[in-house]
């Protein structure tokens, strides 16, 4: 990797460097393929700690507070907690429905017009399953449906 750039996110956790595109390569073949599942796979399996770390934190922690204040307030730390596993165990859920998809050969191509996500999209949100152009437009209706 050249000097001075940084992994970020999900490639940092899978511990690979951005995809090198080699010149005239048919998108999505094995190689890009492999890639993602390794990004995808390592995602996954550092939220499944997380979710474990949680139910261990949660279980040690259980305390019976005789001050209302205390007992409050760890209720309300927990409750934070199983709200973020909560999101983590979706995010994991659409994970799980994404290496599908690389098992079905239907990455990287838009649900909504069919063509090319692209690489560096994809590293940065593996998960996407809409191009740039579809996801800005349905995020615009959303905001027009909600105003």
């Known amino acids: 990797m050249p000097e001075g750039t940084?992994?970020?996110g999900v490639?940092?956790?899978?511990?690979?460097d951005p995809y090198q595109e080699k010149p005239g390569e048919e998108y999505m073949n094995d190689a890009q393929l492999n890639h993602f599942k390794k990004i995808l796979d390592a995602w996954r399996g550092q939220l499944r700690e997380e979710v474990d770390r949680t139910l261990t934190h949660m279980q040690d922690e259980a305390a019976n507070f005789p001050d209302p204040v205390d007992r409050a307030a760890q209720e309300e730390e927990f409750s934070l907690e199983l709200r973020a596993r909560d999101r983590e165990r979706k995010l994991i859920k659409k994970i799980e429905k994404t290496l599908q998809k690389i098992e079905e050969d239907d990455f990287g191509f838009c649900d909504s017009c069919g063509i090319e996500i692209g690489i560096r999209r994809l590293e940065a949100r593996p998960t996407a399953d809409q191009c740039i152009d579809c996801k800005t437009l349905a995020e615009i209706k959303e905001k027009q449906m909600a105003g």
């Not at 490639?11 to 690979?16: N, T, W, Y």
């Open 6 to 8: 940084k992994k970020l």
């Open 11 to 16: 490639l940092a956790i899978a511990g690979v």
